[in-house]
T-cell receptor
Framework: QKEVEQNSGPLSVPEGAIASLNCTYS??????FFWYRQYSGKSPELIMF????GDKEDGRFTAQLNKASQYVSLLIRDSQPSDSATYLC???????????FGGGTRVLVKP | GAGVSQTPSNKVTEKGKYVELRCDPI?????LYWYRQSLGQGPEFLIY????????DSGLPNDRFFAVRPEGSVSTLKIQRTERGDSAVYLC???????????FGPGTRLLVL
């Protein structure tokens, strides 16, 4: 079992719809959770981080964390073609600082 | 302000050669991280530094890989006797201090022929 798992996609959504991305992790010691966006040929760019159970909203993005279920998700509201990218989920143990990444979910927003 | 910078942006070398990849972190960031990303996969941790010392090098795949950060700022990742399997994008990230958000540089694309 991989430490951080994501559906590779592609997740195809129409413009204006909600894109829902999921991520599960195996290490119960994980404390910090991050979503990065990566355009083709570019480096990862931080979108959001979340530390506590529940929802965290930032503009069109909402991160949701459920530590009991070892599950973190990202919702993208009013999806735009410019949101087409690979979204990487990453987790971090409090005692260590290396990020463990999932394989990424490719999102395609169709006009 | 300036972000993380990495040089070279691309490096083509022959199997068996030695390469050095450089990372210049965001000014004032004390923590520096190296990751490697193969095509279609997420980044994979290699090593991180807090100041000049390597705090965790557990991700280095073997003893052909070595990294230094002699003055606590710029870091160099060194790969000896390169192999075709070393071909990947090498990403550097920095953070204000350990445990804080990591910001990535543009990466160095390494191709070993």
């Amino acid at each position: 079992q991989k430490e951080v798992e994501q559906n590779s996609g592609p997740l195809s959504v129409p413009e204006g719809a909600i894109a829902s991305l999921n991520c599960t992790y195996s290490d119960r010691g994980s404390q910090s959770f991050f979503w990065y966006r990566q355009y083709s040929g570019k480096s990862p760019e931080l979108i959001m981080f979340i530390y506590s159970n529940g929802d965290k909203e930032d503009g069109r993005f909402t991160a949701q964390l459920n530590k009991a279920s070892q599950y973190v998700s990202l919702l993208i509201r009013d999806s735009q073609p410019s949101d087409s990218a690979t979204y990487l989920c990453a987790v971090n143990r409090a005692a260590g600082n290396k990020l463990t990444f999932g394989g990424g979910t490719r999102v395609l927003v169709k006009p | 302000g300036a972000g993380v910078s990495q040089t070279p942006s691309n490096k083509v070398t022959e199997k068996g050669k030695y390469v050095e990849l450089r990372c210049d972190p965001i000014s004032g960031h004390t923590a520096l991280y190296w990751y490697r990303q193969s095509l279609g996969q997420g980044p994979e941790f290699l090593i991180y530094f807090q100041g000049t010392g390597a705090a965790d090098d557990s991700g280095l795949p073997n003893d052909r890989f070595f990294a230094v950060r002699p003055e606590g700022s710029v870091s160099t990742l060194k790969i000896q006797r390169t192999e075709r399997g070393d071909s990947a994008v090498y990403l550097c990230a920095s953070s204000k201090s350990l445990g804080e958000t990591q910001y990535f540089g543009p990466g160095t694309r390494l191709l070993v022929l």
